[in-house]
T-cell receptor, first 112, second 114 residues
Framework: DSGVTQTPKHLITATGQRVTLRCSPR?????VYWYQQSLDQGLQFLIQ???????AKGNILERFSAQQFPDLHSELNLSSLELGDSALYFC???????????FGPGTRLTVL | QQQVKQSPQSLIVQKGGISIINCAYE??????FPWYQQFPGKGPALLIA?????SEKKEGRFTISFNKSAKQFSLHIMDSQPGDSATYFC?????????????FGTGTQLKVEL
């Protein structure tokens, strides 16, 4: 158990809908990362926050947005969902902005 | 453009044998190279990591070998066990610039047979 928690574990929704994925980092970690894992794209970095501020951005779609709250938990919002958005979404956390990342168990999103 | 290339895609090793997974990177600014292990339905778990100022790092049965001039690094699993059967990902990142995104290889599915 890495200490990173993610909810929900599974999410099934329809195309065009909007969902929110939640992540709580390990105690003491200030940085949160979001990754997408799919069969065709592998593990892809989406976005990083450090102590509430955006630090780095990957190939995150404009339909996706994220934020980190004052209590350091983070949410990833996915809107106008498409079939291709079906994937595992992982959150990771680290103490600093450039230290070892520990991954949560993931949220499996299925878009029907 | 894939910046971290990983091979082989899959690997079958006999119990007690040595598993070797290779990765090559392109970006010379990378300065941190971790390996993650992932079991089905679970998140990636950090196995071992190395920085380019050393050529080898060993932790138990797991060893990373690093060749800076060739821009290659590899994971060796000694005395492979059935419990090591999982998908292994190499990754790379650069710690400067404020961000620390991990760029992952495509993964290697390891199966250790009895």
């Amino acid at each position: 158990d890495s200490g990173v928690t993610q909810t929900p574990k599974h999410l099934i929704t329809a195309t065009g809908q909007r969902v929110t994925l939640r992540c709580s980092p390990r105690s003491g970690d200030l940085s949160v990362y979001w990754y997408q894992q799919s069969l065709d794209q592998g593990l892809q970095f989406l976005i990083q926050y450090y102590n509430g501020e955006e630090r780095a951005k990957g190939n995150i779609l404009e339909r996706f947005s994220a934020q980190q709250f004052p209590d350091l938990h983070s949410e990833l919002n996915l809107s106008s969902l498409e079939l291709g958005d079906s994937a595992l979404y992982f959150c990771a956390s680290s103490v600093g902005p450039a230290t070892t990342q520990y991954f949560g168990p993931g949220t499996r999103l299925t878009v029907l | 453009q894939q910046q971290v290339k990983q091979s082989p895609q899959s690997l079958i090793v006999q119990k007690g044998g040595i598993s070797i997974i290779n990765c090559a990177y392109e970006n010379t600014a990378f300065d941190y190279f971790p390996w993650y292990q992932q079991f089905p339905g679970k998140g990636p778990a950090l196995l071992i990591a190395i920085r380019p100022d050393v050529s080898e790092k060993k932790e138990g049965r797991f060893t990373i070998s690093f060749n800076k001039s060739a821009k290659q690094f590899s994971l060796h699993i000694m005395d492979s066990q059935p419990g090591d059967s999982a998908t292994y990902f190499c990754a790379a990142s650069k710690s400067t610039g404020g961000g620390n995104k991990l760029t992952f290889g495509t993964g290697t599915q390891l199966k250790v047979e009895l």
